[in-house]
């Protein structure tokens, strides 16, 4: 079954504008062009626009994304499963964040008590170091050394129990009964 330019955008979400762009830069060609001018676009096409969607939700740039799909499709399968189980590490590491974000409002209202590592648990240190990178080149390494120095106090501060947190349970056990005073 052949289907329009703009059904195949109400099927995936994509903009009429998207798939026009998609066929100019070779991305995404339709099956066949009407005698009406329309694109007809079939199964294997929809399939490609799947994939795109993927790498696009991946992240990965459009340049990047035709080169991937012009591999044989047993490359195509290795690459989507490398990228599935990237998807899936932040599938796990959302999760944990939601767990922080619930477990930090029960501690607001006063529901819950947590130590302090637990605040931190699924952020990105990938992201983190893409921020502090961020700040360097804003800043300069000055801002790194007298925070260095500020940051080894207040570590060391933790360390010596001086801040005041206790509690119960090791980094794997669960949220509930953990303290933060």
Do not use: C
């Amino acid at each position: 079954m052949a289907y329009t330019v703009k059904e195949v955008s109400g099927l995936s979400g994509i903009s009429v504008r998207t798939l026009h762009y998609y066929d100019e830069i070779g991305l995404l060609k339709p099956h066949h062009v009407g005698d009406n001018g329309y694109r007809y676009y079939e199964q294997e096409q929809l399939l490609r626009l799947q994939q795109i969607m993927v790498y696009r939700e991946l992240e990965l740039p459009l340049s990047d994304i035709g080169d991937l799909l012009e591999q044989t499709k047993e490359k195509t399968a290795e690459v989507l499963l490398e990228h599935r189980s990237k998807v899936q590490n932040k599938v796990f590491r959302l999760h944990t964040l939601l767990q922080t974000i619930d477990e930090t409002v029960a501690h607001v209202k006063g529901e819950q008590t947590m130590k302090p590592e637990q605040l931190y648990q699924g952020f990105d240190p990938e992201k983190q170091e893409m921020y502090e990178r961020d700040l360097t080149e804003r800043y300069g390494h000055e801002a790194d050394e007298k925070n260095s120095g500020e940051q080894n106090s207040n570590e060391e501060l933790v360390q010596r129990g001086l801040f005041g947190f206790s509690g119960r349970g090791g980094s794997n056990s669960s949220a509930v009964g953990r303290s933060y005073e």
